[in-house]
């Protein structure tokens, strides 16, 4: 069995660049993830007998809206409920400290929408699309 340990704390921009890297995200540089990881409401980062596995964040206005964001764990440690323990910690801080109203979004990657269902996490509709701007 395998001991998944979980740090509530900000990632290392090192860290979060390694984490990146370990399933082919778009390389960015390190001042860019700086910058980034400042405006982070909540983190989970993940160890998985010792080594680093994964980690996600929360990011927001801290009041109204909430984004889980840049949920990553290594290939090698997928499948060993890395994942589970990072978002289950994710939603346990934004639930102890957040304000009375309030909303938890994210937009799920391609085939992640049942494992984001597991947490009650609910499409909105079928017709609507996420979108980005290149």
């Not at 499948?79 to 102890?96: D, F, I, N, P, T």
Request: hydrophobic residues 35%.
């Amino acid at each position: 069995m395998h001991s998944i340990k979980i740090q509530n704390r900000l990632i290392t921009p090192k860290e979060y660049l390694e984490l990146r890297a370990s399933v082919d995200w778009e390389k960015i540089p390190l001042p860019v993830a700086e910058e980034g990881l400042k405006n982070t409401t909540y983190s989970a980062i993940a160890y998985l007998d010792g080594n680093l596995a994964g980690m996600g964040r929360v990011v927001g206005d801290g009041f109204i809206y909430f984004y889980i964001q840049d949920i990553i764990v290594k290939p090698e440690y997928q499948g060993q409920g890395v994942g589970r323990a990072v978002v289950e910690s994710l939603l346990s801080c934004w639930e102890k400290s957040r304000q009375k109203k309030g909303a938890m979004m994210l937009v799920a990657g391609p085939g992640k929408t049942k494992f984001y269902e597991k947490f009650r996490f609910q499409k909105r509709s079928d017709d609507e699309t996420s979108m980005f701007f290149p």
